[in-house]
C-alpha cells in the first residue's frame, strides 16, 4: 500500500514540494496549461469522443504522464467543474474545478485493484486527512497534510540535528525538517498565542519548539499531542532561526493547566471580560522595549535562565510521546482521549448533552462561548456558536450537536496564590443548541 500511494502522489507531492512549477515544452501556442494542485503543466487539448467534453494530455517531458477529461471554458482557458484525471499507472481522480481554474473540494484516487483514496483541496492546494481504504471499503491508512506535504513526509525528509553544527550555521538549515528526541523540560505560551515546548536532549542542549495550540488551520495545524513537563517525545519541527535574547522580542507566559483542571476551583479563579478589561488599562508603555504588553501578560511573565542564552526555534509539525498510545486507526471516542489527542478529533462530530456553567457573549462577533458540565460525567467541554439574539442560559440543560474543533482555552487569576494560566476543554463548534 505504501508503494502505491507513493505512486499515486507523483504529481500531486511534486506539486505541494515545488509550489507553482511550470512544466512545459515550449512556448508554442499550440499549447494550454492547467494547474494541478499548485503546479502547472502543458499539454495539447482536443474533443473527447462524446463531443461534449475536452481532453488534455501533458506532454512527453512532464514529470507525470496523465489526461485530464472534462468541460474547458475558453473564456478563461481553464477545466471547470467535474474532471477526470487519468494517470498513466492506471489510477483515475476525480476532482472538480472552481472558476479560477483550481481544484477544489473532496478529492477521490481510484487504483486498479479497487482501493482508493480521499482528501480534500482548497484553492488547488491539499489538507486535512488523506484516507486509504480497500476495495471492500476498509479504512487501511490516513496521513495528514502539513503546508500541503504529508506529516509522514516530514517525519521521513527530517534529519538529525547536529546542535553545534547547527548553532553555527543556522543559516543553511533555514526552513528544513528536523528531528528531536528528548523530555520536556517545560511548557510556556507566547504573545502570538502559540504553546511553546522547551525540550532538552541527553545532551542537556535546549530547544523551542512553538505551534498553534487553540486555532484550527486547515493547511497548518500540528499533530501536537497534549504534554506535560517530563514527557519523553519525539519532535518534528521546521528550523526557523536562533533566538538570541539580547535582541529578542519573545516574551513567554505560564501555561495553561489542562483539562484535569478542578471545576470548582475554575469557577472561583475564571475572569470574566469586566476584569480583563480593568487590567488591560493598568497597561504602561514599556519604552525600553517599545512595546504594550496587557497587565495580565505582565503578571503570567516568566524568566528561565536556561532561554537567556542563545538557542534554536523550530515551527512544530508532530510528535510522538512515550506512553501515549492513542491509535488514529482505532480511535476510542473517551472524553480523556479527546483531550490528550485533540488533533485527531478535528471535524469529529458529536453529540452531548448538559448543563451550562459558564457563558460569554461576545457582543461585536454575536459569538457566544459556553462551558458545558456533559450528563452525568465530570467531563467539561467548550461550545461555540453564533448567537443573533443573547438570552442567559446559565445553568440550563442544552442538547448540542456539532463538530470537535481543537481546543478553547479560559483565562483564570487565583488572587490567593497571584497566578495566572490557562485551562484547556475540547471544543465544540455547534451547529444546533435546543433546551
Known amino acids: 500500500m505504501k508503494n502505491k500511494f507513493f505512486k499515486f502522489l507523483a504529481l500531486s507531492l511534486a506539486a505541494t514540494l515545488l509550489p507553482g512549477t511550470t512544466v512545459c515544452a515550449d512556448d508554442s501556442s499550440d499549447y494550454v496549461h492547467v494547474d494541478v494542485f499548485g503546479s502547472v503543466y502543458y499539454g495539447t487539448l ?29 473564456n478563461t482557458s481553464a477545466f471547470t467543474q467535474d474532471c477526470t484525471i487519468a494517470y498513466s ?25 479497487g482501493s482508493y483514496q480521499t482528501f480534500s483541496a482548497a484553492s488547488g492546494k491539499p489538507y486535512k486527512a488523506l484516507r486509504t481504504f480497500s476495495s471492500s471499503d476498509e479504512l487501511t491508512a490516513i496521513d495528514w497534510y502539513y503546508k500541503c506535504t504529508l506529516m509522514s513526509t516530514w517525519k521521513s525528509d527530517a ?22 528526541k528528548g523530555t520536556v523540560d517545560a511548557i510556556y505560551e507566547d504573545s502570538n498565542n502559540h504553546t511553546d515546548i522547551k525540550i ?47 535582541d529578542s ?25 469586566d476584569f480583563i478589561e480593568a487590567m488591560d488599562k493598568l497597561s504602561k508603555k514599556d519604552t525600553e522595549n517599545d512595546e ?19 538557542f ?11 506512553g501515549n498510545d492513542c491509535d488514529p486507526m482505532n480511535l476510542q471516542n473517551t472524553y480523556q482521549e479527546i483531550c490528550d489527542n485533540p488533533f485527531y478529533y478535528i471535524d469529529t462530530d458529536i453529540s452531548l448533552d448538559g448543563t451550562v456553567v459558564c457563558e460569554n457573549f461576545d457582543a461585536d462577533s454575536s459569538k457566544l462561548t459556553l462551558l458545558v458540565n456533559e450528563k452525568g460525567t465530570s467531563n467539561v467541554y467548550a461550545v461555540t456558536y453564533k448567537a443573533e439574539n443573547f438570552n442567559s442560559i446559565l445553568n440550563k440543560e442544552l442538547h448540542i450537536t456539532g463538530k470537535l474543533s481543537n481546543t478553547h482555552r479560559v483565562p483564570y487569576y487565583n488572587d490567593e496564590t497571584k497566578s495566572l494560566g490557562y485551562v484547556i476543554y475540547p471544543l465544540i463548534s455547534a451547529t444546533e443548541v435546543t433546551e
Open 46 to 74: 482536443a474533443a473527447a469522443k462524446d463531443g461534449k467534453s475536452s481532453v488534455f494530455t501533458a506532454v512527453p517531458e512532464s514529470d507525470s504522464q496523465f489526461t485530464i477529461t472534462g468541460k474547458w471554458d475558453t
Open 89 to 113: 499507472d492506471g489510477s483515475t481522480q476525480s476532482i472538480e474545478y472552481n472558476k479560477k481554474g483550481l481544484i477544489q473540494g473532496d478529492i477521490r484516487t481510484d487504483f486498479p485493484d
Open 159 to 180: 534529519g538529525t540535528v547536529d546542535y553545534d553544527t547547527l548553532m553555527e550555521t543556522p543559516y543553511e538549515y533555514i526552513d528544513l525538517p528536523f528531528t528531536v
Open 200 to 246: 532538552k536532549d541527553d545532551d542537556g542542549n535546549i530547544y523551542l519548539f512553538y505551534y498553534q495550540s487553540e486555532d484550527v488551520n486547515n493547511f497548518a495545524s500540528a499533530n501536537i499531542p497534549s504534554l506535560s513537563e517530563g514527557d519523553r517525545l519525539s519532535i518534528t519541527g521546521i528550523f526557523s532561526n536562533i533566538q538570541n535574547p539580547e
Open 249 to 273: 522580542t519573545l516574551h513567554l507566559y505560564e501555561h495553561m493547566s489542562g483539562s484535569d483542571y478542578n471545576l470548582d476551583s475554575l469557577k472561583k479563579d475564571i475572569q470574566n471580560n
Open 292 to 310: 504594550t504588553l496587557s497587565a495580565l501578560l505582565k503578571m503570567s511573565e516568566v524568566n528561565d535562565s536556561d532561554l537567556e542564552k542563545i
Open 312 to 322: 534554536p526555534i523550530f515551527n512544530s509539525v508532530t510528535a510522538d510521546v512515550i
